[in-house]
């Protein structure tokens, strides 16, 4: 198993890398971390005629930290922004999300924005970009745009991204005040695609009594799902033991029947809207218990 | 996510059409490769995988190749001391950085690293095919982490794939290696 035959770019800078994606067009492919471009391209999926190589482009290998949220740039490692302490402080979620994302070795490699632009539709970072309402930065030669989440993706393995545009980096907001953050899924194996899975916020009032639950899906839907689960939970009180008194359950009931899974080879469709009820109480209730204690110093375990 | 074949869907994708046959003879490039300490010269295709060229162009067959997609974990290679896969690397982009192969494991004295002598103690392997990517990988991992427990050294082997131990003795072998590694610090 190979690749096919292709040209390959090495720029040196953003703007000979989208120069040379403008030339190039339809034909060209953007080459970051490679952990799901290489198996693409090895069992001849895709086969595009120019591969332009980012990874010389030392200025997209950023993470830049503010209290509004965390900027990712594009060749920034999936590894590097899990052990970035000021990311995980911030946008708690980025850290429970990513020691879910394949194996450490593979985040060794992976890009977080490589991920999103992949767009699959079990990719855990569509749904923490889904859910904190983030964007992403795309860039063509003439152009540059801040593509909001909720358009950036089209389709399972599509994005918004035209010929000769690339990404450039990720805007990872902060959740804001009272408001904790859980990423579950279940695999069949450790490591693995989710059959099922998602990132969950819940925010409280000043009484500690829910104001807003919601969650974003991963192998659920085509493109990220975000559900808003406040009714089915809302001014129920989430004390300082936890938040078992709290009916999570009806908000994942909420969730199976706001969802229309596919079946596939892993799981039927009531399989996966079952795991979905599941899931979503569990991530809830995680997520709330986190809220608790979201007026404390930043430094929460992921 | 990220890298199994069953996953990646093509038809959805819009990866249908083939790309236009390159005119001519393949463009080669010049490259040089840092391999366990030493520098290598070779010129490849751009297509020609880290793993490939490991093994064809330069020698170093104890890296492995298994499942060439990112699944099995054999062609680990330890890249600036980081565990990578050699199949989901482009030759051409390993220049610049540190490449250590299995080989390069080994002691200068040319005796085995403590994750290798652990091996052959608890027996963590039988056809060994899989071998080079656990040592790669165990090795950076105790670099990291040197006291893990049996649960930490399971994980830390879970993206790497064995079809013949069932993983108990190269679980031994890990924690087995920590305490070599441990008793090697502490006569230093």
């Given at each position: 198993m190979k690749p096919s035959p292709f040209v390959y770019h090495a720029p040196a800078s953003v703007d000979e890398a989208l120069h040379t994606l403008g030339q190039v067009g339809e034909d060209g492919k953007v080459l970051a971390g490679g952990q799901s471009l290489l198996p693409i391209l090895n069992m001849r999926l895709a086969a595009p005629g120019h591969l332009v190589d980012i990874?010389?482009?030392?200025?997209?290998?950023t993470v830049a930290v503010d209290r509004s949220g965390v900027r990712v740039g594009a060749l920034a490692r999936h590894a590097e922004v899990e052990r970035h302490a000021g990311a995980r402080a911030v946008v708690p979620l980025l850290g429970q999300a990513l020691r879910l994302v394949a194996h450490p070795v593979i985040r060794n490699r992976g890009t977080t924005v490589g991920s999103l632009a992949h767009a699959d539709p079990s990719g855990e970072l569509t749904a923490v970009l889904a859910l904190l309402g983030g964007s992403v930065e795309c860039a063509r030669s003439d152009r540059r745009r801040e593509v909001p989440a909720a358009e950036f993706f089209l389709g399972p393995l599509e994005c918004c991204l035209e010929p000769g545009e690339m990404a450039l980096s990720a805007w990872f907001p902060a959740p804001g005040p009272r408001t904790g953050t859980a990423f579950v899924e279940l695999a069949r194996r450790h490591g693995d695609y989710a059959v099922a899975g998602l990132a969950a916020a819940v925010t409280l009032d000043d009484a500690g009594r829910v104001a807003k639950a919601k969650a974003a899906y991963v192998s659920v839907a085509p493109t990220p799902l975000v559900l808003d689960l406040t009714e089915a939970v809302a001014g129920q009180q989430v004390d300082a033991a936890g938040s078992?008194?709290?009916?999570?359950a009806s908000a994942g009931e909420l969730a199976a029947t706001r969802c229309d899974p596919e079946p596939d080879i892993h799981a039927t469709a009531d399989y996966r809207r079952h795991l979905v009820r599941v899931l979503t109480a569990r991530g809830l209730a995680e997520a709330a218990g986190r809220a608790r204690h979201a007026e404390d110093p930043p430094g929460e375990a992921a | 996510m990220t890298t199994e074949p069953g996953r990646v869907r093509p038809e959805q994708a819009g990866f249908g059409k083939a790309a236009s046959e390159p005119a001519g003879p393949e463009r080669l490039h010049a490259i040089t490769l840092r391999v366990n300490g030493t520098a290598y010269t070779a010129s490849v295709p751009a297509r020609r995988l880290l793993s490939d060229c490991l093994r064809h162009d330069l020698g170093f067959t104890g890296t492995h190749v298994g499942c060439e997609h990112g699944v099995c974990g054999a062609c680990t290679v330890l890249l600036d001391g980081e565990p990578v896969r050699s199949c989901l690397m482009l030759a051409v982009g390993a220049e610049r950085h540190e490449v250590t192969t299995v080989e390069g494991l080994r002691r200068l004295d040319g005796s085995l690293h403590p994750v290798q002598q652990a091996f052959g103690e608890c027996h963590g392997l039988q056809c060994g095919y899989c071998t080079p990517g656990f040592l790669t990988t165990v090795s950076a991992y105790l670099a990291e982490r040197p006291d893990p427990s049996e649960y930490e050294a399971r994980e830390a082997i879970a993206g790497n794939l064995c079809r013949c131990t069932g993983y108990q003795n190269i679980v031994a072998s890990v924690l087995r290696a920590a305490e070599l590694l441990r008793a090697e610090r502490e006569g230093a």
């Open positions: 990874n010389g482009v030392a200025e997209l290998a078992a008194s709290v009916g999570w | -």
